[in-house]
């Protein structure tokens, strides 16, 4: 069969068998439901239809996944025929059972598939699910009205609102499957299924003419759904579509339900928010695809020494006890390392307690920690990573140890955050396997991990830190080295800009809102107060002697800390926090101090409009960016908008600063710089790589493919 659409051999292959027509999809590697499959979906059932000898068809999946979806690179290009609702709609229509016999993901459109389908048995392995809500879309291909029929309207709203995979054995007890078959392969589970059929000759049983269970209850609880979706996912478009969508299902008849899903999917396929969800899915992807991937292979990687057992060094052994690594934990003495044991198991009890893991499964995880205050204990390890003190000396002194002991080939890691990890190199006699691993706090949960790959350091051992970010599922993105690396250097970067607008007249709470309303979890000053307004301080102290007279510098921070608020742990800082009390309240003594460095700059206050604030926030984030990219700190613009995205929460649905920034045009950014610099031309200097692109009139998506 070839496919229409391109005239090349067809992805969706058929075979009669026993009178029941095998229709294999095989578009690797997860059977993204493209225009081809589509195309070769519809010719099956026709061929179904046409054909008097075929009794049942079954469809499966080739390879590792049933289907994993709609093909996402296509959507925000023209649709092409066939549309999917309407292949679903004549799978389903057909006169002949038709079994879906899934192994592995049936994901968005491939669980709609399914549906569309009569019958549905899977391997025990098999994940179902409709996570079109993590792409900023909704079911579009009969899901919202067809789960519903299936599982009930309201499981089948929150199914749709989460995201969730299913196990097979949920996927059964909820109603969307009808057997979990005991063996692997899904061609032979399906036609044992369909024999049985046969013999039994059951009739077909069409998903569109299923009640839905809970009719008369549903309406009721999803008002109540609609109003806890609203608060949770706020700023996010699809997930109230999504409830629409079910509310039509339970008033609608089925045809005129599918035409109100229909327009609700394109509202959300044409909201900017799915084209930021779904960059952000393939940056999540892509930072894995760098130069030293197709360089080199990772080298043996079983065993993992850290150093330091604060919180830091704790997340970090947590996530490698996670992934299943062997770990030997070394602090200085008998009191630091039982402190670093009892931070690795309260993580542990407290799964246990909520009963998310067996006290079994606890111990058989601990059961891989050693602790021990002799670094000879690192001799045998594959990679170590140190997370003491944040101090270029104590570092130094900690890896010329490390390269006394440790075993030739291993990796040595330092975790971090700006520290010159050349330096750090340069006091072993193997610098090429010295590689900076940053991880954020908690450890064992943000996702980011920024691999900072020194001058020197070999490209087999940042294969093997890629190999490690993927055996703990972190995001990896590579860096290099400088102040801050990607994250902190921006970071730092922007904080200064709103520390130029608190001094010359808004408010931290107004900043903190702005930058919440942008969607953000929260503002720089509430994050300031949560992370320890002492470390930052130390930070501006270290670079005083280096920084230069002519930068501005705003010492309101500074007048915080002297007193002794250090934000959340002393119960004051930009906020106060009240004991028993969620969350901080605005401090009038904070404003007198900022209105009193005001006086002491003789700056006279001036309003500054939420949309004012974040110009400003936004273009400091995105000219840093620029400048990181230029002298090659970051690969690409992707790695970027993953490393804020993951690391600093940047707000997902927008796509990660850089994407911002095409979408708000860069010859914009580049005019708001311009225009702020004629109050400060020594901070806001445009990076040549935004004049360069507005003059050739790109965007930094064009920098997004490797060379
Ligand atoms: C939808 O269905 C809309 C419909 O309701 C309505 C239509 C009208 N398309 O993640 P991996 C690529 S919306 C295109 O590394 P894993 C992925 O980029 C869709 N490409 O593997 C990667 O490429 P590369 C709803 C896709 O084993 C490669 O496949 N479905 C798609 O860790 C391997 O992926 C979803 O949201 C796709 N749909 O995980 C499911 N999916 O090798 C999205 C994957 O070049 N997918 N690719 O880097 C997933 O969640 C995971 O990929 C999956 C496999 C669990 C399937």
Known sequence: MTSPANHLPSPVHTALQEGILVVRIDNPPVNALNAAVRAGLQAAVQQAQSDASVRAVLLVGVGRAFIAGADIREFGK??????????????????????????????????????????????????????????????????????????????????????????????????????????????????????????????????????????????????????????????????????????????????????????????????????????????????????????????????????????????????????????????????????????????????????????QAREAVLARLTLSTDYDDLKDVDLVIEAVF????????????????????????????????????????????????????????????EIVVAERTSAEVVATAFELARKMKKVPVRAGVCDGFIGNRILATYRQAADYLMEDGASPYDIDKAVRDFGYPMGPYQMMDLTGGDIGWATRKRKALTRDPKTRYVEISDRICERGWFGQKTGRGYYVYAQGVRGGQPDPEVAQIVDAERARKGVTPRAFSADDI??????????????????????????????FIFGYGFPRWRGGPMFWADAYGLPNVLADIEAFAKEDALFWQPAPLLQKLVAEGRGFASLNTLK
């Not at 890896?399 to 190199?425: E, H, M, P, W």
């Not at 995105?622 to 908008?641: H, Q, S, T, Y």
């Open 78 to 359: 023209p649709p092409q025929e066939p549309l999917l609702p309407g292949v679903c709609n004549q799978i389903e229509a057909l006169d002949k059972p038709v079994v879906a016999s899934i192994n592995g993901p049936a994901l968005g459109g491939g669980l709609e598939v399914a549906m569309a389908a009569h019958y549905r048995v899977a391997t025990p392995h098999s994940k179902l699910g409709l996570p079109e809500v993590t792409l900023g879309l909704l079911p579009g291909a009969g899901g919202t009205q067809r789960a519903p029929r299936l599982m009930g309207a309201m499981a089948a709203a929150e199914l749709m609102l989460s995201g969730k995979h299913l196990s097979a054995d949920a996927a059964h007890k909820a109603g969307l499957l009808d057997a979990v078959a005991s063996g692997a392969d899904a061609v032979d589970n399906g036609l044992a299924f369909v024999r049985d059929l046969l013999a039994r000759n059951a009739p077909v049983r069409r998903t569109r003419d299923q009640a839905i269970s809970d009719a008369a209850t549903a309406p009721a609880a999803l008002d109540q759904l609609a109003a806890d979706t609203a608060a949770r996912n706020k700023g996010l478009f699809s997930p109230a579509k999504i409830i629409d969508c079910v509310r039509a299902a339970l008033r609608m008849p089925f045809d005129e339900g599918l035409a109100f899903e229909r327009a609700r999917f394109v509202e959300c396929l044409d909201s900017p928010q799915r084209a930021g969800l779904i960059h952000a899915f393939f940056a999540e992807r892509e930072v894995a695809k760098i130069p030293e991937a197709s360089a080199a292979q990772p080298r043996p990687l079983q065993t993992i020494g850290v150093i330091g057992g604060g919180t830091m060094g704790a997340g970090i052994t947590v996530a490698a006890l996670d992934a299943g690594l062997q770990v030997t934990m070394v602090e200085r003495d008998a009191d630091s390392i039982a402190r670093g044991r009892t931070n690795v198991e309260k993580v542990y009890n407290s799964l246990v307690d909520r009963q998310r893991m067996t006290a």
């Open 390 to 449: 944040e101090d270029l000396g104590v570092k130094k002194e900690v890896f010329a140890q490390l390269d006394r002991i440790c075993k030739s080939g291993a990796v040595l890691a330092t975790n971090t955050s700006y520290l010159d990890i050349d330096a750090i190199a340069a006091v072993t006699r193997r610098p090429s396997d010295v590689i900076g691993l940053h991880f954020f706090s908690p450890a064992n949960i943000m996702r980011l991990l």
């Open 614 to 643: 974040m110009r400003r926030y936004m273009a400091a984030m995105v000219n840093e960016g620029a400048k990181v990219l230029e002298e090659g700190v970051a690969l690409r613009p992707l790695d970027i908008d993953a490393t």
